[in-house]
Every structure is written in structure tokens, then in C-alpha cells.
Nanobody, 126 residues
Framework: QVPVVESGGGLVQPGGSLRLSCEAS????????VGWSRQGPGKEREEIAC????????YYSDSVKGRFTISRDKTKSTVNLQMESLKVEDTAVYYC???????????????????WGQGTQVTVSP
């Protein structure tokens, strides 16, 4: 429903960092919870992070928690994903989307999505 564009992907060595950005294409993300997912070669899509419209409540998958940080810049209506301590297994196409449904329990979100963007490639290789 809300077209988005991902950017910031690239090639990085293990242990390195990368910052991805998600912005609306012809719309604004301010009113939506926004999430990131990824799909590696031969793997199923994995939702890895979500942030509420207020920029406070979040969700992280166990695979990225402690290494990735999702945030939003409301002045630009963008959502970012800061990735640290990258591993080879983090190699994937990373997607973002506005949430179609979100539940909140004590600050921990459960987000659902309908339309992911085209994605940005992240390759972690020595």
C-alpha cells in the first residue's frame, strides 16, 4: 500500500558495519510502524526488525538482536537499520515495508507486512 525504497546496501567484510535506509516513494512513513526483513540465498524471508510509528517500541529477531539497531528520522520520514558486527550469514537482500498490522505488549512489537520494497543487497565476505 505504501511504496518504499531501500538503499545503503553493499559489500562489507565480516565484522564491519553498514547502514540501510528506507524511505517512501511518493508517500511518507511517519504514520506507520516500519520493519525490515531479509532473504538470503536459498533461505526463506526472515523478519528481523520493526519500529513503531512513535519511534520508541521495537522488535528484533534473535538473529540480529544486539547487533542491529532500527531507528527513524521523522524529519526526513525515513527508517534506518544500523548493522554492526556483520557476519557472512547476514548476506541477503534486505527489504523494508510499512506495517499493515501491529501489536504492542510492553514495548515489544509484533508487526505484520503486506508489501515489501524491491530490496537492497548486502554482501558480507572476506
Amino acid at each position: 500500500q505504501v511504496p518504499v525504497v531501500e538503499s545503503g546496501g553493499g559489500l562489507v567484510q565480516p565484522g564491519g558495519s553498514l547502514r540501510l535506509s528506507c524511505e517512501a516513494s511518493g508517500a511518507r512513513l511517519d504514520a506507520y510502524a516500519v520493519g525490515w526483513s531479509r532473504q538470503g540465498p536459498g533461505k526463506e524471508r526472515e523478519e528481523i526488525a520493526c519500529i513503531g510509528s512513535g519511534g520508541k517500541n521495537t522488535y528484533y529477531s534473535d538473529s540480529v538482536k544486539g547487533r542491529f539497531t532500527i531507528s527513524r528520522d521523522k524529519t526526513k520520514s525515513t527508517v534506518n537499520l544500523q548493522m554492526e558486527s556483520l557476519k557472512v550469514e547476514d548476506t541477503a537482500v534486505y527489504y523494508c515495508a510499512a506495517a499493515s498490522f501491529v501489536r504492542n505488549f510492553g514495548g515489544s512489537l509484533s508487526c505484520s507486512f503486506d508489501s515489501w520494497g524491491q530490496g537492497t543487497q548486502v554482501t558480507v565476505s572476506p
